[in-house]
């Protein structure tokens, strides 16, 4: 790619590797860079280096499949940024997973870590694969060569990887242990997710819903929402949809509707959460759940309701279904729900969006403390997790909103200031290498 001037900096002209859209998650990040640039004062001259992921690794991943075929795999991991400390980000196993993808996914980290001041940069993996479509053993193949092929990057102080869509605890003790054959030596903090005996984290799986629930009752308390009698909305029930439709229910919201791949539900006096959980683990999926009415998928961005959790993929609000959608306020369970134009169309209506890079920080926060006693080898309770959680993620949430009525900025543009201010400040005060 040709280099070329831009406001006195020697830049390339762009990514030569992705051709980003409107819509793309890597075009929604850029979007979203463009509009926290001008708030950024004299570190605006490091903001090139947002739209650079520092390294991209693309792996093959071979496996031979149970019929002794074999079949190939394109596997990910990126490291967006390093500048405030080893990558942490998930690895997601999805037939529709894309560089492009992983790259946002990979930045939305970098912005998360620094908006809620954890020591890490952002990096995030995937294979591109149906989970679905694999036995047991071969998705513990798929997942071993994987771990093997990007083990020239990971580690403990490089970059740590953790569950994200499609991944669990078993997937990540299968990362670890192929790591630790491969150095020789056992090494619980090359992932976090991990299941506890392997050195996981007491309420890791549940951190991440946890999260979202507790910073979702402080902005209803600021928004005068009483969270007993709301009516929410999820979209997505598994690790992050579930556990935050679980928290609400037990503390007196109905959650009047739930979507995810499968199909859609919908009970006004709310559905009952352990019930429909059971019959999820059953079924795959919340469709012909019988303790409520089937409706068609899309039905579900009409439903009345006063919260909309959107815990599933990318780019779900667009612009027709922020014009539709009925809640006042917007928790994003997942990473990269709402896209740009949509966040314009949602401030226009006066909808409150509390951004992914504050509002899912709970599951990276836990992950954090479950690396910091993997190196202590002492362990905490998971009572000590939840207070530590719950004080970093609300001290988090004062300082944006903060942020974001004096400088009357969107609460995600506000995130985006307070983490690259962080981010772009670490960078100076490294400065550039050589
Ligand atoms: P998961 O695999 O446990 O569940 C994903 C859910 O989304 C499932 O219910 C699935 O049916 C649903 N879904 C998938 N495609 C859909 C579609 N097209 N329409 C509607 N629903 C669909 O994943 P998860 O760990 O709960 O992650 C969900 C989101 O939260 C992702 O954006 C992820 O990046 C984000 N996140 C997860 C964590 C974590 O700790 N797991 C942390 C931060 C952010």
Redesign the pocket.
């Known amino acids: 790619m040709e280099p070329s001037v831009s406001g006195g900096a020697l830049v390339a002209s762009n990514l030569s590797y992705v051709q980003p859209t409107e819509s793309s998650a890597w075009g929604t990040f850029l979007a979203q860079v463009d509009r926290v640039t001008p708030f950024l004062g004299h570190l605006e001259r490091w903001a090139e280096t947002l739209r650079r992921p520092k390294r991209t690794l693309i792996v093959d991943v071979p496996i031979e499949l149970d019929n002794g075929e074999f079949a190939h795999f394109e596997g990910y991991r990126v490291q967006h940024s390093l500048s405030r400390g080893p990558g942490k980000g ?1 690895v ?1 196993y ?1 037939p529709d997973v894309t560089l492009e993808e992983v790259m946002a ?1 990979a930045a939305w980290m970098t912005v ?1 870590n620094a908006a809620v001041n954890l020591p890490y940069g952002g990096a995030k993996g995937g294979i591109r694969l149906d989970p679905r479509k694999l036995s047991l053993k071969e998705l513990e193949r798929a997942t071993r060569r994987y771990t093997s092929e990007i083990g020239v990057i990971i580690g403990p102080l490089q970059d740590i990887p ?7 605890a078993q997937v990540m003790a299968w990362m670890m242990d192929t790591y630790s054959m491969n150095v020789g030596s056992s090494s619980p903090g090359v992932v976090t ?1 991990k299941p506890i005996h392997l050195g996981g984290s007491l309420g ?2 549940k ?3 946890r999260g979202v629930f507790v910073m979702g009752c402080a902005a209803m308390r600021r928004l005068n929402m009483p969270v007993a009698g709301a009516r929410i909305a999820v ?9 935050v439709a679980e928290l609400f229910a037990q503390a007196g919201a109905k959650i009047v509707a739930v ?4 199909g859609a539900v919908f009970n006004a006096q709310g559905l009952k959460i352990s019930e429909l959980a059971a019959h ?1 683990a059953g079924h ?3 469709a012909d759940f019988s303790g409520g009415e089937s409706m068609a ?1 899309e039905e579900f961005w009409d439903v009345g309701c006063d919260v909309l959790i ?5 780019g ?1 609000i667009d612009v027709f279904r922020a014009n539709r959608l009925k809640a006042r306020l917007v928790l994003e ?5 709402t896209l740009p134009q949509a966040d314009d169309v949602l401030e226009s209506r006066g909808v409150v969006v509390l951004p ?1 890079v504050i509002c ?5 926060t836990v ?1 954090y403390f479950e690396w910091v006693q993997d190196f202590a080898s002492f362990y905490w309770t998971e009572e000590q997790i939840n207070q530590r959680l719950d004080k970093i993620v609300l001290d988090a949430l004062d300082q944006i909103w903060e942020v974001s009525q004096k400088r009357r900025i969107s609460l995600r543009t506000a995130a985006f200031v307070v983490g690259c201010e962080r981010i772009l400040t670490a960078h100076e005060e490294r400065g550039l290498y050589p």
């Open positions: 998930g997601r999805h996914l998360k953790a569950p994200d869509v499609n991944t669990d997710g890791r799986v951190a991440t819903g979209q997505g029930f598994g690790n992050v949809g579930s556990t979507q995810d791949s499968r999820v795959h999926g919340v998928r959107p815990a599933a993929l990318e779900q369970g997942a990473n990269g729900p992914d899912n920080a709970g599951g990276v992950s």
